[in-house]
């Protein structure tokens, strides 16, 4: 059997038709087969590798980690220095309210706890979430995913959630003193890059406020520079209670956290005590490796130049330089290094995404937008790559 034979065969399947692609090495923004063939990455992961694959500092951090220690205690009682010196790095780096971190092993972690810790500070059982959100595949993050297809077939799920429309500001009416969170993607990701209007989410945080609902940005895709600020919710002027972390958090490691003030954080020390409890959560290898990953973002200045990077390859799409724009593109919707090329139906969208991967190029579409293609490559992507990749796409 090949090995594409035994991956399909005992590795479980999600999906009847996976990519299947026979990875041999990644680095910077390239990923090889295991033909050596190169493609340049437009997916990252789905958002994990922002300072690109294998970062050279993320490489040196693990590999000291590796020397001192591995798993040693569970969650919150040892002192370990390297989920101790991510969490003050992370706070350094966050408005004063959002000043303790507790690190979980995935994003839909992170959301679950964020839930249980929002039912605890409020008393109340209500959650809110928006239609085309996704917040993760475990039981508590999919009853607040905003799509009945992915719900319904696992039913019984969480009850009193409620799904309202995203940038609608009829559905803030719906937060009410009864409402212990509201959750909310800064942008929301899956539904194929969709903005909030600037108005609508300043009277989210300002219903919230006004009702004592405790307002949740997940920022598990918009987080660590992608949208060209270090966080999504600082181009809207607004500051979450409870602040969602994941994918880029962990450098390329599984590292998800759920970061909040202190005072409503400590709610888990009693009553019951042990409030949320984690073995692996802030493993010390993935804290050592995220930590080394925020700091290469923040040294290296990666995010200073995402813009500029957008506005290239937007231009390139929008307005191609031998002229003649595809009528096939129907929109292009970016915000920073994060773009949804938007074709008219899933099967065109999919045959581009095919000849993309023929020429060397890696993409896929997104979950509740499949008619979009996918670009987001790593932070570091070069002009010249962008080039290449714009190429392939219009080729394509
Ligand atoms: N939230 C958002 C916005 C996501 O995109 C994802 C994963 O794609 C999650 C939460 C769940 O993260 P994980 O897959 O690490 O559980």
């Known amino acids: 059997m090949t090995q594409r034979e035994v991956f399909l065969r005992h590795v479980a399947q999600t999906s ?89 092993n995935s994003g839909a972690e992170a959301v679950e706890g964020a839930m249980k810790l929002a039912k605890r500070i409020t008393n109340r059982t209500q959650i809110i979430a928006f239609n085309k959100s996704y917040h993760g595949s475990t039981q508590g993050a999919l009853s607040i995913m905003g799509d009945e297809y992915w719900r319904n077939a696992f039913r019984p799920l969480l009850p009193n959630v409620l799904h309202l429309e995203y ?49 949740v940005l997940d920022e598990i895709q918009t987080g660590f520079g992608r949208t060209g600020k270090l966080w999504g919710f600082e181009h809207f002027d607004i500051v979450p209670d409870i602040l969602l972390l994941g994918k880029a958090l962990g450098g390329g490691m599984p590292l998800g956290a759920f970061i909040a003030d202190k005072k409503l954080m400590d709610a888990f020390t009693e009553n ?16 050592a490796a995220g930590m080394a990953a925020m700091k290469a973002l923040l040294d290296e200045k990666m995010i200073e130049v995402v813009k500029q990077k957008e506005e290239l390859f937007k231009s390139l799409l929008v307005y191609p330089p031998k002229g ?17 090329v938007e074709f008219d139906s899933f ?7 095919d000849a993309c991967i023929v020429n060397g190029v890696l993409t896929d579409w997104f979950l509740f937008a499949p008619n979009c293609l996918r670009i987001s490559p790593p932070l570091t992507i070069t002009e010249e790559q962008i080039r290449k990749a714009y190429e392939i796409i219009i080729k394509a």
């Open 272 to 287: 019951p005590v042990l409030g949320h409890i984690t073995t692996f959560g802030g493993h010390p290898v993935c804290c």
């Open 16 to 104: 009847p038709v996976p990519m299947a692609f026979e990875i041999a090495k990644a680095e910077g923004c390239l990923l090889y087969d295991v033909q050596g063939k190169e493609y340049i990455d437009l997916i990252g992961g789905i958002s994990v590798a922002n300072v690109g694959h294998r970062h050279p500092k993320v490489i040196e951090a693990i590999q000291k980690q590796l020397d001192a220690y591995l798993h040693v205690m569970v969650y919150g009682e040892f002192v370990e220095i390297p989920q101790v010196q991510y969490a003050e790095l992370l706070t350094d780096n966050l408005p004063s309210s959002l000043n303790s971190v507790y690190f979980t």
């Open 347 to 353: 099967e065109t969208n999919k045959k581009v995404i």
């Open 324 to 340: 003649g724009h595809s009528p096939k593109i129907q929109a292009v919707r970016s915000f920073g290094m994060w773009m949804a």
């Open 167 to 215: 940038n609608l500001f009829e559905s803030l009416n719906e937060i009410t003193e009864q409402t212990a969170c509201v959750i909310a993607e800064t942008v929301q990701a899956e539904a194929g890059i969709i903005l909030p209007a600037q108005k609508w989410i300043q009277a989210l945080r300002k219903k919230c406020t006004e009702t004592g609902t405790l307002l």
